[in-house]
């Protein structure tokens, strides 16, 4: 369960200065502390970063990481996969990226579903990513968002039976029979 640590305003400064080992994200002024992520969330995500790293290597047109901490305006958050272009690399900074990555990836767990659909998601808009992929291991379903003008653009729910795709990294081909 993600917890908010007080009603205290937090600021990047703060962010920064936190070395107590726990995982925690930076939304509206909020600290929230989030447990570990599960076995089943670690694996995948490392199947889904696994498969972008397979794709970059052969097709050098990006990069993809995981779990590091992405500064968008006040708001600090750390996406469990993500991709950024060749062309915007330079947004990448020695400790954190310093804008919104490409394409953003969101296990969903219980404890973080609410945030992930609802917060994350408007900050990843207003910020500028232009795909969000919100995968749910328990249900064995990938929705996807792409942003549109005013909006996410909903591109539809996959399940196993599904290959996922996207125009951001042209012949990449995830086969969610094997992340799930």
Known sequence: MSITLSDKIYTI?????????????LIGGKLIMAPRPSYKHQRTAGKIYTRFENFLEKNPIGEAVQEVDVHLGIEVIAPDVLFIAKDR?????????????????????????????????????????????????????????IAGEKEWRWAGVFDQEDVLTTDLLPGLEISLSEVF
């Open 13 to 25: 400064e703060d962010y920064m200065k936190l070395d107590d080992g726990n995982r925690y994200e």
């Open 89 to 145: 690399l330079d947004i990448v900074g020695e400790l954190y990226i310093q804008a919104a990555p490409d394409l953003v990836v969101e296990i969903i767990s219980p404890s973080t579903a609410s945030i992930d659909r609802k917060k994350k998601s408007k900050l990843y808009f207003i910020h500028g990513v232009k795909e969000y992929w919100m995968v749910d291991p328990d249900q064995r379903l990938v929705e996807v968002l």
